[in-house]
């Protein structure tokens, strides 16, 4: 099995009909803590960051990391995606599924127009091009009904369910389609 930190990265930006995945740069600094101060994006996540940690602790180039990806509509950060090791997360860790957890956030006003689907389905199928036959993990609340139509979306399938940080939680795979399959 491959680490995915040992792709290339940066890759070139990935454009889809909408959108641009591209790497962080110093302008998407202000996105980055709104999105992470947001008491609307922390809903399932624990909550809002303190704005002042935020402007303390953001580096002047946020995200710059292997599978980090700024969503960008029309020249403007709206969210970000990170394809990060499954195993140094927080919490429920399965590396017997996959070494890679998808992770996206949105700022509020990109909400409901199909961008997290867009960009998510970018990020998976470069993911799949560069690591053929690697899958990808997802957590994600079972009240989190946006997350959850998401995750069915992209293909991702359950493998449990389980109890953590007083809530339900939700995990699953996601299988790229290998030439053999």
């Given at each position: ?18 959108l ?6 110093a302008?998407d600094r ?5 999105l ?57 860790v ?32 470069w ?24 995750a ?19 995990f699953g ?6 030439p053999?399959?």
């Amino acid at each position: 099995m491959t680490d995915p930190r040992a792709l290339a990265w940066p890759p070139a930006p990935i454009k889809t009909e909408r959108l641009v995945l591209r790497e962080s740069e110093a302008r998407d600094r202000p996105a980055v803590i709104e999105l992470n101060a947001s008491p609307q994006v922390g809903t399932y996540l624990g909550g809002p960051q303190p704005r002042a940690e935020l402007e303390r602790t953001v580096p002047e180039v946020p995200g710059q990391r292997p599978g980090f990806f700024v969503i960008d509509l029309d020249g403007a950060m709206i969210g970000t995606i990170m394809l990060g090791p499954h195993a140094e997360g927080l919490g429920h860790v399965r590396p017997d599924v996959g070494k890679t957890e998808l992770g996206y956030l949105l700022l509020p006003q990109a909400w409901g127009h199909g961008y997290a689907t867009e960009a998510c389905a970018a990020a998976l199928g470069w993911f799949a091009d560069a690591l053929p036959g690697e899958a990808v993990v997802l957590r994600t609340q079972t009240a989190n009904g946006r997350s959850m139509r998401l995750a069915a979306t992209l293909g991702f399938t359950e493998v449990e369910r389980y109890e953590d940080y007083g809530a339900e939680q939700w995990f699953g795979v996601w299988r790229s389609l290998t030439p053999s399959d």
